[in-house]
């Protein structure tokens, strides 16, 4: 994480927290879950807070993840469900086109340092023909 007044702030920053309690427990209720975190932003004197501020922002994330369907919520019960698996799959279909992407920047890099040898012979060869036509 980064240091300084941004790490603790931030829909992103909540929503992982968010994530992460929700997590733990599998089955949880957004009053715990805020309970929690802003028992923690207590106990952390370096963080200034507004208490419904954060528990709005624990709302929004709550929200968040379900939309990408990570939580699902059944009345006051918000029930754990993961990441969902495609995820995993394009991050490893990413990996692979990022794997192969470098394979071929290693490929042109050497194909442009063969075409900057040939072009520094070629220059070579006209320059020592200049020169024995101005001898001739």
Request: net charge positive; hydrophobic share 35%.
């Amino acid at each position: 994480q980064t240091p300084g007044p941004r790490r603790d702030k931030g829909l992103r920053s909540f929503s992982l927290k968010v994530c992460q309690k929700v997590e733990e427990r599998d089955v949880t209720t957004y009053n715990q879950v805020a309970d929690e975190l802003v028992s923690e932003f207590r106990l952390d004197e370096s963080v200034a807070f507004d208490e419904k501020n954060v528990r709005r922002r624990i709302y929004d994330a709550l929200n968040v993840l379900m939309a990408m369907d990570i939580i699902t919520k059944d009345k006051k019960h918000i029930k754990w469900k993961g990441f969902p698996q495609s995820w995993e799959k394009e991050r490893e279909g990413l990996e692979r086109r990022v794997e192969e992407a470098s394979r071929q920047v290693v490929r042109k890099r050497k194909e442009v340092e063969k075409k900057a040898l040939q072009y520094i012979a070629l220059c070579n060869v006209i320059r020592r023909n200049a020169q024995v036509l101005e001898e001739g």
